[in-house]
């Protein structure tokens, strides 16, 4: 992996941990990850695109393992996510910059291009649908919703937290390893995300996501319509998502494409090398 250099970058009235690799000058890519993961959940894309010149920006986000974990499930809606965004685009000085993201990163990088249409060049979004799309789904498709059955589970007070944490958080390393390509996973990398979740606060943080896309309003944009040029990419074997929601988002975009993979969630771990070369390929185009 390249060179990383970590930093703590305080934005939006919080301090989040940072990694980044590549040239300080570079063109910017960030990329933000779900849960329940951290920075580390690029770590097969960082050293990829630091290589070819691309200053990489690879946040936890808030909540999540370093940063700071605000008080209150409102700290953790979509509106807050998409300012921590342009927040951190600000202090690196960008007017524009590649955005990409997986899982919840997704859902922030779909929420920022709908706010912020004029601070990202291109997207690349992981496995999750437009917000619409997602909305739509998870209140009126049974398939969607035997899927969501976690989402509605998270809203209550406590449990989640004290099932994730039992047995040294042993329920969301399981997820991982079980949701996933056999071997996706190393038990060394598991041992990473475990340290992760063991944070002070960070496991009532990361629920809080959840409780806050159900519980919380935001602001509604302008327009519900991506306009610059997207790329999804949907790995057709994720337990969470139907897969005709990837479809379904293209409608709400000028511009997009979309590949589907015969993998799982997890795209970016499993299917890496496809990934990375899909993404250096979008963001060349002229």
């Keep these: 992996m390249a060179e990383l250099r970590e930093r703590f970058i305080e934005t939006n009235g919080i301090r989040l941990h940072v990694m980044e690799a590549g040239p300080a000058d570079g063109p910017m890519i960030m990329f933000l990850h779900g849960f329940p993961e951290f920075w580390y959940a690029w770590r097969k894309q960082i050293g990829y695109f630091a290589d070819r010149g691309y200053l990489v920006v690879v946040p936890d986000q808030r909540g999540y393992n370093l940063s700071d974990k605000p008080e209150g499930i409102a700290s953790y809606k979509s509106d807050e996510l998409a300012k921590d965004v342009v927040g951190l685009i600000d202090?690196?000085?960008?007017?524009?910059?590649?955005?990409?993201?997986?899982?919840?990163?997704?859902?922030?990088?779909?929420?920022?291009?709908?706010?912020?249409?004029?601070?990202?060049?291109?997207?690349?979004?992981?496995?999750?649908?437009?917000?619409k799309v997602?909305?739509?789904?998870?209140?009126?498709?049974?398939?969607?919703?035997?899927?969501?059955?976690?989402?509605?589970?998270?809203?209550?007070?406590?449990?989640?937290?004290?099932?994730?944490?039992?047995?040294?958080?042993?329920?969301?390393?399981?997820v991982l390893a079980s949701t996933s390509r056999p071997g996706t996973f190393?038990?060394?990398?598991?041992?990473?995300?475990?340290?992760?979740?063991?944070?002070p606060g960070a496991f009532p943080a990361m629920i809080n996501w959840y409780r806050a896309s159900?519980?919380?309003?935001?602001?509604?944009?302008?327009?519900?319509?991506?306009?610059?040029p997207l790329l999804i990419l949907w790995g057709l074997d994720d337990v969470a998502i139907i897969p005709e929601?990837?479809?379904?988002?293209?409608?709400?975009?000028?511009?997009?494409?979309?590949?589907?993979?015969?993998?799982?969630?997890?795209?970016?771990?499993?299917?890496?090398?496809?990934?990375?070369?899909?993404i250096e390929e979008f963001i060349k185009e002229p």
Aim: hydrophobic fraction near 35%; aromatic fraction near 14%.
């Design 91 to 131: 202090f690196y000085g960008r007017d524009q910059i590649y955005l990409v993201g997986h899982d919840w990163g997704a859902s922030v990088s779909w929420w920022t291009a709908i706010k912020y249409p004029e601070r990202i060049k291109r997207l690349v979004i992981m496995n999750v649908p437009h917000p």
């Design 134 to 174: 997602m909305n739509r789904n998870m209140l009126t498709n049974p398939r969607q919703m035997q899927r969501s059955w976690y989402i509605f589970f998270f809203q209550l007070p406590n449990a989640p937290e004290k099932l994730a944490s039992a047995n040294n958080f042993e329920w969301p390393v399981s």
């Design 186 to 199: 190393k038990p060394e990398e598991l041992e990473e995300y475990r340290k992760a979740f063991a944070q």
């Design 214 to 228: 159900l519980q919380c309003r935001n602001e509604p944009p302008a327009s519900f319509r991506v306009t610059m």
């Design 245 to 278: 929601q990837a479809d379904q988002s293209l409608e709400y975009c000028d511009q997009a494409r979309l590949v589907k993979f015969d993998c799982t969630h997890w795209i970016q771990h499993e299917e890496a090398d496809k990934v990375n070369q899909m």
